[in-house]
């Protein structure tokens, strides 16, 4: 793997226009990355589901480079009916359109010009392995006091024509002082084996507003790994749903810092498994100032021969007084061969403050089936009905009505 990464690098870099700073700085993290590797169960976070080997029995070789200067046609047809929305389209790893239409302008920043340096983990070798390979920095500023009228659904399109690739994407987010977005990243592939690397940073500013909504629904062979990096001022919010049921693997990491007074963070998720399917979350949320607040619900639908990992942890700075922590994980196996894994942290070091956790998995409750056929539904309409509460549940914590009714639909949820 060494060679071949080295040799997809040199093709990159023969058909970009990096200057010689960003060169060095993608030839940095490329040497991380080889060092350190895909992450394996020797890694305590990754201990559950060791990316490694699973990269190794799904795709074997994986190829590094993609000639991102071939267009890909746009299918109409995938686009989510019933709701206006601005649109940000990813076909192959490749940014095909960018459209704000349904918003002022003036009020929108969108460059891709921008310095590369960030501040993260190096220890995370997935983080350098992006920006190694990534061939577009995106930066979206949202001005002050302003609010997008309508969504910004980000597509992450897939089709034939990739296949053993290696798909890396970043964007970079910036909320100014009391402006709002409403974030939808929508998943849908026809490609087979590949897999893609994605890196969010958020940065909200005092009392702005983050909803981020990732749905994965349809059925495909790809593997997928997600991290959002989450900086928070005084009095902002974020609120970040998961629906993960459509890839082979996918990992969802969210980090939260919670660096200004009154700011608070919302995590909540949906794991509907099949087959061999292997999904985690794990979330950290790291409340470092006086005041911050954190909510986490995850529940998990698993059937046969399908796992499900949650990792939650909640650090509490010893500057952080009064700070309020919730977080609580339930999963429903439907079968013997089904797994749930969970990993609550709390890790306090400040003394007055509120905080819990709780994870609790089993199977449908037999009494419960039992009493909704003596109201004259058969087995598998007590089952479904039973499951649906469940999620439902979940669901209903999203703020949005409207994009709470559409993902409901999306879901195959009732009321």
Known sequence: MKE?????????????????????YKKDHLNKFIDNGFPSKKQENWKFLDLNQIIKKNISELSFYNDYSKTNKIDTSIFIDGLEHNKIIFINGRIEKIDFNYEDKNQIEINDDIEIKDHFDYNNSLISLNNAFVNKYYKILVKKDY??????????????KVKSKNINLRLNFVLEKNSSLKLIDFFNDTSDKNFMNIFYNFNLKKDSILKNYKIDKSLNKNLKYS?????QEENSISETFIFSAGSNYFKNEINCNLKGEYSSAFINGIFSLQGSQQHEIRSTVNHLVENTKSYQLIKSV???????????RIFVDPKAQKTDGYQLSKAILLDETSEFNAKPELEIYADDVKCSHGSASGSLNENSIFYLMSRGLNYKQSKELLINGFMLDVVEKITNTEIRNLIKNIIGLKE
Not at 4 to 15: A, M, P, R, S
Not at 302 to 312: E, F, M, P, R, T
């Open 147 to 160: 609010s997008l009228k309508k969504p910004l659904i980000i597509y992450h399109l897939t089709n034939e």
């Open 227 to 231: 991290f959002n990096n989450i900086d």
């Open 4 to 24: 071949q990464l080295k040799i997809d690098f040199e093709k990159i870099l023969e058909l970009s226009d990096f200057s010689e700073k960003d060169i060095g």
């Open 302 to 312: 698993l059937g046969k021969n399908s796992k499900a990992v949650y990792q939650g």
